[in-house]
């Protein structure tokens, strides 16, 4: 399978023709001039491929991978078997195109299926839709459908959720007519829901949140569905619910997250998969696409096929309830191969596994005099006072985010604690 597709200059002549365009920068004029760069500066001159690819490798060489990551903060570095990508490079998976002629794409939709059957049961939540693009896409989405649902303009997210995430919320709502409001965190570092929230579309919340923290999702479900009918939003680490009570559980309405910690390498932030499960009164209104499934005449062959979209999404944008008309397929299709590798069994011991590694790294800190900044129960992330090496630096409060995940050793536990150890003594 060759993946380097040119074309040729009379491909390209062809192309401007048929667009009256007399060059291929006037593709881009829709751009303002103050968001294009004249040219880039520092390029060397044009390599032949052999060249070219030692000048890569030369330049790769200079990243420093020699020490393991506790980073975390939303990507988290878990073992990938080799099977996941050997099973998604079969030619029946390997399109990201919308699978309209199901004939064609029975590896696609079989894939869109089991995803979405692996998410329910995940989250304990009736519906799920084909993937979002990340977790951030798929809060907002929920903020939408909230607001949609109640016909409501406020949604209250925590102060304890990514950052990532609701600058990304801010920016939905402020080209939707939304108003953000922001329920602060208490001194445990969990959401305090103490006061009803008014006029509410929805609760948004994250467990494990941003410091590691696990959230009281029964009691936030709860005050949310006592503010006089809002939703709530629990936004949550898959991998978490291999350990952790089911937001369907708790009384959840909606819950979205981030696929990676299931198959997909961190790889420097992308590509991502977000997951969209929700109570099946909402199902109509689920951004995106869902897969069904259903039989051939003499019903002895399963099949699948695209069973809702809202044709609002592609004609009749302005009365859409989303405009998310596309999916990440392949990297929804890591994590549902992820997940058949291990199932149930094995993802609760993975999961278990890095809990009780980064139980036995915060031990070994806090022997040292290094303090978590809550003493409140976590997953395989936390927080502490100190600014360290090789974790994730906070600003509000000040410290470290740490994560461990199954794959570090013990060996590489204790040198972290040692190099812990002297930046804390410096």
């Known amino acids: ?130 993937s979002m693009y990340d977790a951030a896409t798929a809060a907002c989405e929920a903020m939408l459908l909230s607001a949609g649902a109640t016909k409501r303009k406020r949604a209250y997210i925590s102060a304890a959720v990514h950052p990532h995430i609701r600058e990304t919320a801010a920016a939905y709502a402020r080209f939707s007519g939304l108003e953000v409001a922001e329920i602060p965190f208490d001194g445990r570092g969990q ?55 089911s937001p369907g559980m708790c009384g959840v309405d909606i819950a979205v997250g981030d696929c990676q910690p299931l198959g997909s390498p961190v790889s420097f932030g992308g590509p991502h998969a977000g997951y969209f499960c929700a109570k099946e009164k909402y199902l109509r209104r689920l951004p995106g696409r869902i897969a069904g499934e259903t039989a051939e ?7 699948f096929v695209l069973t809702l979209q809202a044709r609002e999404q592609h004609i009749r944008r302005e009365k859409a309830t989303s405009n998310i008309c596309s999916n990440a397929a392949l990297s929804a299709l890591r994590a549902v191969v992820y997940l058949s590798l291990l199932g149930p069994r094995g993802l609760r011991e993975v999961a278990l596994t890095a809990a009780r590694k980064a139980a ?60 812990a150890e002297r930046r804390a003594a410096e």
Do not use: W
């Open 1 to 130: 399978m060759n993946s380097y597709i040119p074309q040729t200059a009379r491909e390209r002549e062809n192309m401007l023709a048929a667009l009256e365009l007399s060059h291929t920068g006037e593709l881009f004029s829709d751009i303002p001039p103050s968001c294009r760069a004249d040219g880039i500066s520092g390029l060397p001159e044009p390599l032949g491929e052999p060249a070219l690819r030692r000048l890569l490798e030369e330049m790769a060489g200079r990243n420093d991978i020699s020490e393991p990551l506790f980073i975390g903060a939303g990507l988290y570095d878990h073992y990938v078997p080799a099977a996941v990508d050997a099973l998604c490079a079969l030619p029946e998976f390997v399109t990201a195109y919308t699978p309209y002629q199901p004939e064609a794409s029975q590896g696609t939709l079989t894939g869109i299926f089991e995803f979405q059957t692996g998410m329910c049961r995940l989250t304990g939540l009736d519906v799920s839709n084909a």
């Open 191 to 245: 959401t305090a829901l103490d006061t009803r929230p008014e006029e509410a579309a929805c609760v948004i919340f994250q467990s494990p949140n941003f410091f590691g923290v696990i959230e009281p999702m029964r009691s936030l479900a709860s005050a949310a569905a006592a503010a006089a009918g809002a939703l709530s939003v629990a936004i949550c680490d898959p991998l978490s619910l291999g350990l952790l009570e």
């Open 297 to 303: 005449l003499n019903g002895d062959k399963r099949g």
């Open 360 to 419: 036995y790294l915060r031990s070994q800190l806090e022997e040292r005099g290094i303090k978590p900044l809550f003493n409140a129960p976590y997953f395989r992330e936390f927080a502490v006072e100190a600014v360290l090496p090789g974790a994730y630096p906070l600003h509000n409060p000040r410290g470290s985010l740490v994560a461990v995940t199954e794959k570090r050793t013990k060996t590489e536990i204790d040198a972290f604690v040692r190099r």
